[in-house]
């Protein structure tokens, strides 16, 4: 079977890709299946620059293909310099804690959401790397709210879920049922065909 590696320390970004690679005869493994970290300076102007500066480095260390992704967030209403664009764990040069990132982002619901709600909408790049070849692809999502109340629940490494609400079913994304998952999901197959073929 087919190797790619995914470089992320991410376990619930690993795992975002992994069912429908599979299916295609492909096996994800992550930086903890290669046991190597390599400080990647990410200083592109997007989501998709600091996919290939990721990629890159780790395509430099091993020998199979490599994919990296990144995102980018964008929030209604909210002043340009407040903006978390590229850098929604790092405020004012600070990486925030998961409970860091709840407070600081529930503060902005609450200061320029309408009734504590704020519009969002997630921008993602991802790059591959095979045989040398770089390949990048670009999508978004719109369906959801951050709010000025936090969920008493918290998803490990996804921090923000405690305080998004999915515009459809109106209940926080840390109380979807994975019924509700499946049923509201969006689709994310295209990005499977993008990696596969990018091989």
Request: net charge negative; charged share 30%.
């Amino acid at each position: 079977m087919k190797q790619i590696l995914f470089a992320t320390e991410n376990p619930s970004k690993a795992n975002r890709f992994s069912k429908g690679l599979l299916k295609k005869g492909i096996e994800v493994i992550t930086l903890d299946d290669i046991n190597k970290h390599i400080e990647v300076e990410e200083n592109g102007n997007s989501a998709i620059e600091n996919a290939v500066l990721k990629a890159r480095a780790y395509s430099k260390i091993i020998d199979i293909p490599v994919m990296a992704m990144d995102d980018t967030l964008y929030l209604e209403n909210v002043p340009k310099e407040k903006q978390p664009g590229m850098y929604v764990r790092r405020v004012n040069g600070k990486r925030l804690s998961d409970e860091e990132m709840i407070a600081y982002y529930s503060n902005l619901a609450k200061e320029y959401g309408v009734d504590g709600k704020l519009t969002c909408r997630w921008v993602y790049g991802m790059a591959v790397i095979s045989n040398g070849k770089e390949n990048t692809y670009t999508w978004n999502k719109e369906d959801f709210y951050l709010v000025d109340k936090p969920s008493d629940k918290m998803n490990c490494g996804y921090p923000l879920n405690s305080i998004s609400i999915h515009k459809k079913i109106n209940k926080y994304f840390t109380d979807i049922t994975e019924e509700e998952k499946a049923k509201f999901q969006e689709d994310e197959g295209h990005v499977v065909d993008f990696i596969f073929n990018s091989l």
